[in-house]
């Protein structure tokens, strides 16, 4: 595991961007998945700036979508695939056929996951994953307490995530179920990338690094990632 501090969020994610453009361009034609949280947006439109400068082309890569809120879609605000097409996607002109998502909207969800699993397994694997840590230590939608299982799959969500959706969704919206890639896959992506900001985050910070490795904090299965990079602030690494 290799972990890097910079100064603050604009650093950090001008560096993740930079480092998530060398993998592309190195390894066109791969499989990567991003989350979409409010941490990655920076790092995002950083990416979309890159090719616009010709630094790297974004259409040589494919796409699985991390996770999904079950019950919206892309007309609602918040949703991951809408996050996801109107601030990267969208902006980066990925088309279409690039890109597997999760939909939230439909009810067959083992359909979804069946699907999903196929993608990446088409697609030789993921080669890179950016992933955020929630303040329970969720990555995706692996909750506090997830089994190691394969796959893809459902998951009831945790009350701290459920509370801490209202920032995405602007008001409380129903949301108690999401659909998310598994930690177990997650884990067999050649390259890892965990990407956290903010003093909030440090507890969990230093819980997910230094902490036991346990399914009560999915982020910490990740200290036996065989290419691991932690990527901080100054916030978010102050209790390490």
């Known amino acids: 595991m290799k972990i890097i501090i910079v100064e603050n969020h604009n650093e950090l994610s001008v560096l993740v961007a930079q480092k998530i453009a ?30 616009s400068r010709k630094e790297v082309d974004l259409s040589s890569v494919w796409y699985a979508q991390l996770d999904e809120w079950i019950g919206l879609g892309i ?13 990267f996607f969208g902006p980066a002109n990925i088309p279409k056929e690039r890109i597997h998502l999760f939909d939230g909207l439909d009810p067959d969800t083992n359909g979804q996951c069946r699907a999903m699993e196929k993608w990446i397994a088409a697609h030789g694997g993921i080669g890179l994953t950016l992933l955020g840590i929630g303040m329970n230590g969720h990555i995706g939608f692996n909750e506090p307490g997830t089994p190691d299982r394969e796959g893809c799959f459902t998951v009831s969500l945790d009350d701290t995530t459920k509370s801490v959706s209202v920032k995405y969704f602007g008001a409380e919206r129903s949301v108690s179920t999401g659909i ?6 997650l884990m067999q992506a050649r390259t890892a990338i965990l990407m956290v900001c903010g003093e909030a985050k440090a507890p969990i910070v230093k819980a997910s690094l230094k902490g036991e490795v346990t399914v009560d904090v999915p982020a910490s299965l990740f200290q036996n990632h065989s290419s691991l990079t932690v990527m901080l602030d100054k916030a978010a690494a102050s209790l390490l």
């Open 75 to 87: 007309e609602d605000i918040g949703s991951c695939v809408r996050v996801m097409t109107d601030v």
């Open 22 to 51: 060398t993998y592309i361009n190195h390894n066109p034609n791969t499989l990567v998945c991003f989350a979409a949280g409010d941490t990655p947006l920076g790092m995002l439109r950083e990416l979309v700036t890159m090719q």
């Open 180 to 185: 998310t890639i598994g930690w177990y896959e």
